[in-house]
T-cell receptor, first 112, second 113 residues
Framework: NAGVTQTPKFQVLKTGQSMTLQCAQD?????MSWYRQDPGMGLRLIHY???????DQGEVPNGYNVSRSTTEDFPLRLLSAAPSQTSVYFC???????????FGQGTRLTVV | GENVEQHPSTLSVQEGDSAVIKCTYS??????FPWYKQELGKRPQLIID?????GEKKDQRIAVTLNKTAKHFSLHITETQPEDSAVYFC????????????FGKGTTLSVSS
């Protein structure tokens, strides 16, 4: 039981490049979400999903796309990276009617 | 949607002192009140939670109290130790399917020995 797995752990992008941050969970959780963490800003919700085929915007969705084709995977896509997207990204999951959220280990992204 | 505020944003205490962090929320439908701890360079992890039918819950040196009328709940840490140094987040919500998980901005606790 690996929990929530994020890849990669570190990434450097050039402005304008695209990339996908991967998130997978093996706990059969319906709810999955992506956050970005910046100093003094806490954990801000980017997008979330309550089940396969269902996604919704969070607090800061601009510049990011998501899809949820399976229960296990919830990738986050940056179509054209900008320096303002330099941040630490966390994926989290929980049961839809559950309580505790489980986090991945984070991805530190730098856009130059 | 839920509007969550945490106070203070930073807190410095001496080892052995108590620390209290307060979280206020806006959604009266909220019925689940957790606190997460994030150590430096690590992922957030749940440390204690409370449901709306309970006013207080304790787990060794940490406790959470809830005032649903005033829409706030607090994290209490007694006999603080250096390993309590971390960022603490609250994430109140209505515990039902489909509810987004929104966090407060966090409180950085520093415990000096």
């Amino acid at each position: 039981n690996a929990g929530v797995t994020q890849t990669p752990k570190f990434q450097v992008l050039k402005t304008g490049q695209s990339m996908t941050l991967q998130c997978a969970q093996d706990m059969n959780h319906e709810y999955m979400s992506w956050y970005r963490q910046d100093p003094g800003m806490g954990l801000r919700l980017i997008h979330y999903s309550v089940g396969a085929g269902i996604t919704d915007q969070g607090e800061v969705p601009n510049g990011y796309n998501v899809s949820r084709s399976t229960t296990e995977d919830f990738p986050l896509r940056l179509l054209s990276a900008a320096p303002s997207q330099t941040s630490v990204y966390f994926c989290a999951s929980r049961l839809n009617g559950g309580t505790e959220a489980f986090f991945g280990q984070g991805t530190r992204l730098t856009v130059v | 949607g839920e509007n969550v505020e945490q106070h203070p944003s930073t807190l410095s205490v001496q080892e052995g002192d108590s620390a209290v962090i307060k979280c206020t929320y806006s959604d009266s439908a909220s019925n689940y009140f957790p606190w997460y701890k994030q150590e430096l360079g690590k992922r957030p992890q749940l440390i204690i939670d409370i449901r709306s039918n309970v006013g207080e819950k304790k787990d060794q040196r940490i406790a959470v109290t809830l005032n649903k009328t005033a829409k706030h709940f607090s994290l209490h840490i007694t006999e603080t130790q250096p390993e309590d140094s971390a960022v603490y987040f609250c994430a109140p919500r209505a515990n039902q399917a489909g509810t987004a998980l929104i966090f407060g901005k966090g409180t950085t606790l520093s415990v000096s020995s």
